[in-house]
């Protein structure tokens, strides 16, 4: 699932976090703990962590497809697969170790 929405200030990300905050406040028996002791009681992550998870996931699932030619993006416009054809031979590991390319300029 795509973020349409993914907050880095900590004033939006504490905006987004007192939706949970609140929702979990007027549950019965527990509006008189504190927000941790809530999440622990409910098994809850908080907002910001969740997204990250996915965030990551989403990563690690889209480099996969990109590695195995699921997508239509070219493997070779972001990272390079490090083998045998295009280094030392390495015996270790695998032969899908990414290397990311370098850049030319530092410019955005």
């Not at 622990?40 to 497809?65: F, V």
């Not at 239509?72 to 045998?84: A, E, M, S, T, W």
Request: glycine letters at 4%.
């Amino acid at each position: 699932m795509p973020h349409v929405w993914f907050p880095h200030y900590g004033y939006a990300i504490d905006k987004v976090e007192s939706v949970q905050r609140r929702f979990t406040k007027r549950l019965p028996g527990l509006n008189d703990m504190v927000y941790s002791a809530r999440q622990d009681k409910l098994n809850l992550q908080s907002l910001e962590y969740r997204r990250l998870l996915n965030l990551i996931l989403t990563n690690l699932i889209l480099t996969y497809k990109i590695i195995f030619g699921l997508t239509d993006i070219d493997l070779n416009v972001y990272f390079r697969l490090k083998g045998p054809e295009n280094s030392r031979i390495d015996l270790r590991g695998n032969t899908y170790k990414i290397v990311v390319n370098q850049c030319r300029l530092n410019v955005r």
